[in-house]
């Protein structure tokens, strides 16, 4: 017959052991980066004239890059200008940076959306970025820019 404390202390070991294997995949989980929903209508040049709309997603995939999936439409009634976007965005350094034109609709309104998919790579950390909408004229594709900017999006893994 085996002593009593021998059991007990096999039943501890047993429940240990059992609690650790519950607790690792737990730890093994990582959570998920959120993905930005971007919703940007601009207002119109003058009165009367068409707006455009930016809409889709940016997911940061790092501290020097995100993912965007953006659709641009230049909206009716037609006008002659066209809508564009580009990325502003606030670095790990403090300072601000401009990513130039990614994307663009100056076929005319009416015409659907045209859709913009990439990764945009920084050389610096960014610590959070936004959708800027500009009204497009005669191959200028950042003619002006409009009032109304995104929303600022936070880099998780900042």
């Known amino acids: ?16 052991a059992a609690l650790a294997v519950a ?15 971007v919703n940007l209508q601009s207002d119109p ?3 009367g004239y068409g707006t455009g709309l930016v809409q889709g997603e940016i997911e ?3 501290k020097f890059k ?14 002659g200008l066209g809508t564009s976007f580009y990325f502003v965005s606030e ?4 300072d601000t940076a401009l990513s130039g034109v990614r994307g663009y609709d100056t076929d005319g309104c009416g015409n659907g959306s045209i859709r913009y ?14 959708v800027a909408q500009c009204t497009t004229n005669d191959g200028n594709l950042c003619w002006t820019v409009s009032t ?11």
């Open 117 to 130: 998919q990439a990764t945009l790579q920084a050389q610096r950390m960014i610590k959070r970025t936004r």
């Open 1 to 16: 017959m085996k002593p009593k404390w021998k059991r007990r202390t096999l039943a501890a070991g047993s429940a240990a």
């Open 60 to 62: 940061f995939a790092g």
């Open 23 to 37: 607790v690792l995949p737990l730890r093994a989980a990582q959570a998920v980066p959120p993905i930005y929903q």
């Open 45 to 47: 040049f003058l009165p």
């Open 148 to 158: 109304k900017l995104g929303t600022w999006k936070d880099n998780p893994t900042w």
């Open 91 to 94: 670095m790990g350094d403090g």
């Open 66 to 79: 995100f993912d965007y999936d953006l659709k641009v439409s230049d909206l009716c009634p037609r006008d």
